[in-house]
């Protein structure tokens, strides 16, 4: 006998009598997908540019993505906000950066609107729209969606993952991670990752095989019940982490250089048509080296950290085909709808050098280049923290202009692929119409044929910004339906608006050609400046990569688009202009508990981001462990902050008490007791005093005198020359042992304590010496 449903909120059908005999049962029903609806896959790259895909004319080899192209669409005019929180942002909601509250990085979040870092409730993620359609939804990868204080084991946890719409969630919460040793997120909880890299472990294969499993998972008990993931992996954001057999697959490939290289990708995308055949290669970027005016040392170096990148692009395509496969084998390849795309243009944060440990990059503290050559066999291994020079970054987004952060198309485009054989019957055509990353839920809920909802969890919801561009799936001659879009970003503005394209880019075209120093801010009369005198205008249309600018010619067009950029700026938020990056980072924000300088750890809690952990560098500090020592000894690390790339670890080994400060990777300064801990409970302290002042522009921090005591005894003394000057990346502080890669190399993580460890109490006095310039160079390399 069929079961009785109805509509939750609707009359019950059934009948209710005095007793069950005199009575007929009937059943909520529950939530279904309409039969057949297809499953829907996100995979979001980081960092990657318009001329890194294979199917893009890249050397690098990606052919797992080319045959989703092969057998599905590109679009050649898909377009980002230049950033990766901001795009993500646009992704999940299909509204505008700015009315997510996410104009920038959250680290850089003011008292306005669209400045927030908050995205509101009322911007409804595609997960939770999908959800309460009868959809699995499943979220693996980089998050990078909330203010990264909220990041803690304190919450609140209405932003993480499971807040948003996600019922699964397997991934980090912060804008990068180590790939060997991440800091990974199950569901609302921290876990270890499962295997060290000795074993094969990487993230990467890690996010396929959870992903895969957990399809497998629900599709044993609802195998025809759809899903939607959002697989976003941390590649191809630094470090550029891969197994060096990757790598070396690609020996000697980018010896000619990055002129060369875009030369040739150039080539292959009028051949492959992701560029028309008329289109002319933008400028040569004055702020990147000709390749033959380097030294034959610095090619060598600049050339590994190539093949390096091209490996973990190539190994990021295989992880993406493990998956495809799988959805082939389980018969669900052919109704999934597939959207690959990048969250911005390759990254320019690795210096016009490259650099094999971004923390010196961060600190000021760049590495010469024969001591970076020393490293080099070791670049993309689990002790480095590698990213590629400018001129890749410029080489990676050809044929356009410029890169991430900027809105100029090297920015602010991205190759974009859509897969769906059940749906659409083209086969490795390209698709010309406008799009931006607002676009894609519209898109995805049209072909699914939903409505957005007008509410989510009792929250009346806000119109959608995007328009679904389904139409073009099976018409290459269908009109856009996406006419204007603005950007801004760090006080770069641009618009669009049917085949026209405006510029103002601040502080310049390039930092060559800049009026000011990067974070300057705009004043209301340096605006009117800007506007009157610093606008470009472009035919896009007609001139693909921004090559000639127009504004001279046509300058009628040019303060339509200007008034026009004003107008979209009031709709969305995005006034008060602001490219400040000194004020922005240094603005007090709401904070969930009060400042304070004293903090108690304990052993077994969860690593903590470096967003909510104590400031201990260049001010005094001591750190007190309350211990108790067995009969046989005890080893193992009290509490640690950082990794291999620069951070401080106390602990115990050989009986002795030991601290060791690791400066950016470079240097190792340790402070031990002469004698082992005797039996018993005991206190162990450290304690820094500066000894002088430090010198951030110049990567240093505070020299001082560091002091080991037991039991309020002086038990070691040692003189530190040099302290790390700004911040640790990573920097997460856990308690009772160490992350990987360690701290010193005097152990292997995770090294847990293996005595009783009561409490560690870090107490800080004395005034805070902070770059607030070097931490946002940080927070918006973490994008």
């Known amino acids: 006998m069929p079961v009785n449903e109805y509509r939750p909120g609707t009359a019950f059908p059934g009948v209710i009598g005095r007793t069950a005999d005199a009575s007929t049962p009937a059943w909520p029903e529950p939530t279904r997908a309409v039969p057949g609806a297809p499953n829907v896959l996100l995979i979001v790259l980081d960092d990657t540019g318009y001329g890194q895909f294979g199917c893009y004319g890249s050397p690098i080899r990606t052919p797992s993505l080319d045959k989703l192209a092969a057998g599905g669409l590109l679009y050649n005019r898909m377009h980002t906000t230049a950033l990766c929180s901001p795009s993500r942002s646009c992704i999940m909601t299909g509204r505008n950066h700015h009315a997510n509250g996410m104009a ?6 003011t008292g306005y609107p669209g400045y927030n870092g908050n995205i509101p409730f009322e911007n409804g993620f595609l997960s939770e729209m999908l959800l309460q359609r009868g959809y699995n939804t499943y979220m693996l990868g980089k998050w990078h969606l909330m203010p990264s204080e909220q990041e803690s084991p304190a919450g609140p946890y209405d932003r993480w993952p499971l807040g948003r719409g996600f019922e699964r969630f397997y991934g980090f919460l912060g804008g990068d991670t180590n790939q060997w040793y991440p800091d990974l997120v199950y569901d609302n909880h921290q876990v270890e ?3 060290t890299p000795e074993a094969g472990y990487h993230l990467t294969v890690d996010l396929a095989d959870r992903a895969m499993s957990f399809i497998s998972d629900a599709k044993q008990v609802a195998p025809d019940k759809p899903f939607f993931m959002n697989f976003s992996t941390g590649a191809t954001h630094a470090p550029h982490h891969v197994p060096l057999e990757w790598a070396d697959t690609y020996r000697g490939q980018f010896d000619d250089g990055w002129d060369a290289y875009r030369e040739k990708t150039f080539a292959r995308q009028k051949e492959f048509g992701v560029v028309p055949s008329d289109a002319r290669l933008s400028r040569r970027d004055p702020d990147v080296p000709p390749w033959d005016s380097l030294s034959a040392e610095a090619r060598r170096l600049a050339t590994r950290l190539m093949e390096v990148y091209a490996g973990f692009l190539s190994h990021t395509d295989h992880q993406i085909g493990r998956l495809i496969g799988f959805l082939d084998t389980i018969g669900e390849l052919d109704n999934t709808l597939i959207m690959v795309v990048s969250d911005n243009g390759a990254s320019a944060e690795g210096g016009v050098t490259g650099t094999a440990n971004e923390a010196e990059f961060f600190n000021n503290a760049p590495a010469p280049l024969e001591e970076v050559l020393r ?38 485009s991205d190759p974009f692929l859509v897969h769906w054989p059940h749906g659409i ?25 939903i409505d957005p909802p007008d509410t989510i969890k009792g929250v009346t919801q806000s119109p959608l910004h995007g328009v679904s561009f389904a139409h073009t799936f099976d018409d290459a001659t269908a009109p856009s339906r996406h006419h204007t879009q603005y950007f801004e970003m760090l006080g770069h503005r641009a618009i669009d608006h049917d085949g026209w394209r405006a510029i103002c880019p601040w502080p310049g075209p390039s ?8 974070g300057t801010p705009i004043t209301a009369g340096m605006l009117s400046r800007l506007d009157a005198h610093n606008w470009e205008l472009y035919r896009v249309e007609d001139d693909f990569a921004e090559t000639e600018n127009l504004a001279a010619e046509h300058r009628d067009k040019l303060i339509e688009m200007i008034s026009l950029w004003y107008v979209e700026a009031g709709k969305y938020g995005v006034l008060p202009i602001d490219s400040s990056t000194l004020a922005r980072m240094t603005v007090e924000r709401p904070q969930i508990t009060p400042a304070r300088t004293s903090y108690t750890f304990r052993p077994g809690t969860q690593a903590l981001p470096s967003a909510v952990v104590p400031r201990v560098l260049n001010r005094p500090h001591s750190i007190t462990a309350e211990v108790e020592i067995p009969a046989e000894g005890a080893e193992g690390v009290l509490i640690s902050q950082g990794t291999s790339a620069g951070g401080w670890t106390l602990y115990m080994k050989d009986g002795k008490l030991h601290y060791t400060h690791n400066y950016v990777g470079r240097a190792s300064y340790t402070v031990s007791t002469p004698n082992p ?22 990567g240093k921090g505070t020299p001082g005198r560091a002091e080991l005591y037991i039991d309020h005894r002086p038990a070691g003394a040692a003189d530190f020359p040099v302290t790390t000057p700004i911040m640790f990346n990573p920097g997460s502080l856990v308690c009772g042992a160490g992350l990987g890669p360690a701290v010193s190399t005097d152990y292997t993580p995770p090294f847990r304590f293996t005595g009783t460890l009561h409490t560690v109490t870090i107490d800080m006095s004395g005034d805070l010496i902070t770059d607030a310039e070097s931490e946002l160079r940080m927070h918006l390399a973490r994008q």
């Open 104 to 109: 920038a990085v959250t680290e850089m979040a």
């Open 193 to 195: 990752p499962p295997a």
């Open 375 to 412: 490293s080099i066999d070791y670049l993309g291994g689990p002790t480095l923290f590698n990213h590629y020079p400018w001129g890749w970054t410029w080489a990676g987004n050809t044929p356009f202009r410029r890169w991430k952060r900027e809105t100029y198309r090297g920015g602010a």
């Open 425 to 449: 019957k083209a086969r490795g055509e390209v698709r010309t119409q406008y799009s931006h990353l607002i676009d894609i839920a519209p898109t995805v809920l049209d072909v699914l044929g």
């Open 511 to 518: 930092f060559a050609e800049a009026d000011a120093p990067f």
């Open 677 to 698: 801990v005797s039996e018993g409970r005991h206190q162990l302290r450290f304690e820094f005093e500066p000894t002088g002042a430090p010198d951030l522009k110049a």
